[in-house]
């Protein structure tokens, strides 16, 4: 070949052969550039890729020397909250009668957000304290705090302190936080509704225990990636629920206390949570700062000043998480008990809706642990009905666990759509529903009755729908033994080990432990206290005046980028192995009948989740609350039969749109019907018709005369229920058959709704951004029931 390569192309004097097309001897894209420019060329890549390298070599130390200058500044500052809003704190933990370090703070709206509208629901963060420090629910102005304020709303925010009150429990915190809420609601005692409160993580199980015990106090909750179900999860996956069992159950954590002199160090969790990716922790995180070293320096310091920020927690508080929520799981069976027993928490008590908002991407807090608590504590969405609980529940596909609270989309979208409706939520009946947000786009019906570009409406599902997320509930029988176990050795190592590790532990040895753990050591050795870097400051800065960024189409970086996704895939598959023996081993020792024999369990047993059956007492609630409420099916005003024609005829596939909501206030507001109705009264006149159609329809639709007795009034009421559902988009031929049957009950023609009269209406509010074309919306990958 090269002969014939000599005498078709004439050599030049560096000895490369000139008009030579590389690609028709099998060299393709870089390769065929690379050899068409020579060995000159080549040489002049490899030189610009170390060059690049060496400079984003620099730059990266750089940054992490900034990274550990930061976190000594913070730690010398208290460590604050992270929050990007100002604030002011109108409520600290520590003067309570029980102190704790927490504290209620107010936030201060931006320059650029309007000034909080005391007509407006407030709203309240709960920021979960789970080794990092406070702030992720304000972490940016795209979060649930700046979402909050951009709508007007008062927003209050529960921090917390690095070092936790000396005998500060989980009790004090809980009686903190009604504390907290009770000062809320005196703040705010008109009638814009009840405080609604977001629980991040951690947070969402103590706003579940405040809101089951003091119900009055909170209006919607919304629990954002906040696991409930403590057990629950799918086969070969969610390898975190066995770390437990691997460890011979909760003693560890008490060493853990022992060693830290009675405080247990947030660092471990942190590297708990770490460990779920190893290729994130140890490659990809900085591999990505090396190789946007342009561009991510800022963003990669803000998050690290969070993530690098650990908390403090007392031996017994995490004693108490571990044994009761994590190996226990006692939250969602009733078996929570404080106040030396006499407060009994029971999640059914909630009166207030409640918003659950999971994701598939979540490795920590996977969709089965945020739901199945629904199917521990009811048998079906009937149970549910007669313990008139409201139960929302929305699941993005893809966004991890640290998502859910900073990813500026979902706050955009799903924690935007769901502030925005919670009127709507507040009011609907008891239930289970799926949240469903969509885009919307030109053709949308009732444009006008939407606030964003976004459109949300909620559909009922069964708690059958619930458990079909995961792959059975059969995997949780060996959690029985685990949590048997763990009290057996817990027991063990109180008596035995607990009395001599104490007496070895001190302050000093305690404190040289905490700052000995690598992210604390870490982040401490690249900083401008460490001699060997003190060049370091001035050297980036000569490189960043000089900067000449490589291009990308350069082929050794191209390699470069193939490597990096080879390590990546070696230590994901380095995780998929180490998590798949941790299964093995988990079910070898505790599915094994020898080991639930030795702890008091029938190897033969079946699994059976305790669902809290009524009582006698509640069936007897339940009974004079139905007697009380038949005497309404003849008893109401204009707004009771209004409301009952409209929930006769869209009660059929129940699915329920904002968009014939937000039509309904403004027809009142312009009609002036039920001006004087406010929205907890609104929410009970929904709920008592929506109660009474579901138990005799018959008997609903024939009483509907006594509450307009005039024909006029009917025809008026007829012909507005057909506008405000053909706000949505076409009438449904069921909905059209049960128009039929309410216009024949009332003795009145039934007309044909005409969507000018709503489509031409005037808008609510402008939208937020302009609505995409239908070509740009993105498919859901599970069918709508609607």
Request: hydrophobic content about 40%; some cysteine.
């Amino acid at each position: 070949m090269f002969n014939s390569v000599n005498r078709q192309y004439p050599i030049d004097n560096c000895g490369v052969a000139t008009g030579l097309n590389y690609s028709e001897l099998g060299y393709g894209g870089q390769e065929a550039a690379m050899a068409e420019a020579g060995w000159w060329g080549w040489g002049q890549q490899w030189w610009d890729y170390w060059t690049d390298a060496a400079q984003r070599g620099l730059l990266f130390f750089d940054v992490l020397r900034e990274r550990g200058d930061t976190y000594l500044e913070h730690q010398a500052s208290g460590h604050p909250p992270v929050l990007v809003f100002d604030y002011d704190i109108i409520v600290d933990g520590r003067e309570l009668e029980r102190p704790v370090n927490y504290a209620l703070a107010a936030i201060r709206p931006p320059e650029d957000c309007p000034a909080a509208d005391p007509a407006k629901r407030p709203f309240v963060v709960i920021d979960p304290r789970a080794g990092h420090g406070p702030g992720i629910g304000g972490f940016k102005m795209d979060s649930e705090i700046g979402i909050a304020l951009r709508q007007g709303h008062p927003c209050y925010f529960v921090m917390f302190f690095p070092v936790p009150v000396e005998g500060q429990t989980i009790e004090c915190v809980w009686n903190a936080e009604k504390a907290f809420l009770r000062k809320v609601g005196e703040l705010h005692p008109g009638n814009a509704g009840k405080p609604f409160v977001i629980g991040n993580c951690q947070g969402g199980w103590a706003l579940a225990m405040v809101a089951a015990s003091a119900p009055e106090l909170v209006g919607p909750i919304l629990l954002a990636g906040s696991p409930l179900s403590y057990w629950a999860g799918v086969a070969g996956k969610n390898p975190m629920r066995y770390q437990g069992g691997m460890l011979g159950g909760t003693w560890t954590a008490s060493l853990a206390g022992d060693l830290g002199h009675g405080q247990f160090d947030g660092a471990q969790l942190v590297g708990n949570f770490e460990q779920l990716d190893p290729a994130n922790t140890y490659w990809k995180k900085g591999y990505h700062l090396y190789s946007h070293i342009d561009q991510e320096r800022g963003r990669f310091l803000e998050f690290e000043r969070w993530w690098g920020g650990h908390y403090l927690l007392n031996k017994g508080e995490m004693e108490w998480i571990s044994q009761n929520l994590f190996v226990g799981n006692r939250l969602s069976r009733g078996e929570v008990y404080l106040e030396d027993g006499q407060t009994r928490i029971d999640l059914r008590q909630i009166r207030s809706p409640i918003i659950v908002f999971a994701s598939w991407g979540d490795n920590i807090t996977p969709p089965q642990q945020a739901l199945y608590w629904i199917a521990d504590l009811y048998k079906d969405v009937e149970d549910i009905r007669n313990n008139e609980q409201t139960i929302v529940y929305c699941l993005h596909e893809q966004i991890g666990h640290l998502g859910i609270f900073v990813s500026a989309g979902v706050a955009n979208k799903e924690h935007s759509e769901l502030a925005s409706a919670l009127d709507l939520i507040d009011v609907l009946p008891p239930g289970l529903y799926e949240a469903v947000i969509t885009d919307t786009y030109p053709e949308t019906p009732g444009l006008q009755y939407l606030q964003g570009r976004y459109l949300i409406r909620f559909e009922p599902r069964e708690v059958a729908d619930v458990l079909a997320l995961g792959d059975g509930r059969d995997g949780e029988k060996a959690f029985q033994v685990v949590k048997r176990v763990a009290e057996i050795n817990q027991q063990l190592y109180d008596c035995f080990i607990s009395p001599w590790v104490k007496t070895f532990s001190t302050p000093q040895t305690a404190h040289w432990l905490r700052e000995s753990h690598f992210s604390r050591a870490e982040r401490s050795w690249f900083s401008s206290n460490n001699p060997w870097l003190f060049a370091l400051p001035d050297w980036a800065a000569k490189v960043r005046a000089a900067r000449q960024p490589l291009d990308k189409a350069n082929p050794f970086w191209q390699w470069q980028e193939t490597v990096s996704g080879w390590t990546a895939s070696v230590l994901d598959g380095w995780r998929d192995q180490r998590d798949a023996l941790k299964e093995m081993t988990f079910r070898a020792v505790y599915d094994a009948p020898l080991t639930a024999a030795m702890v008091g369990l029938s190897p033969s047993r079946p699994y059976v989740v305790r669902n809290q059956q009524a009582g006698w007492e509640r069936l007897e609630m339940q009974r004079l609350k139905r007697k009380e409420l038949e005497q309404f099916y003849s008893e109401g005003g204009a707004v009771d039969g209004f409301l009952r024609l409209l929930i006769y005829v869209a009660i059929g596939n129940g699915v329920v749109d904002v968009r014939p909501f937000n039509a309904i206030r403004r027809v009142m507001q312009d009609t002036g019907l039920g001006e004087e109705l406010t929205l907890e009264a609104f929410k009970q006149a929904v709920r008592r018709q929506t109660w009474l159609v579901r138990n005799d329809e018959k008997r609903a639709l024939a009483t509907i005369r006594d509450l307009l007795p005039g024909e006029q009034q009917r025809e008026m009421a007829l012909e507005l229920v057909m506008l405000l559902l053909a706000a949505a988009g076409p009438i449904s031929v069921e909905k059209q058959q049960r128009l039929g049957r309410v216009a024949l009950a009332m003795g009145v023609a039934k007309q044909k709704p005409d969507p000018g009269e709503l489509y031409h209406a005037k808008p609510v509010e402008p939208p937020e951004a302009p609505a995409p074309s239908p070509a740009k919306r993105a498919p859901r990958k599970r069918k709508s029931s609607s």
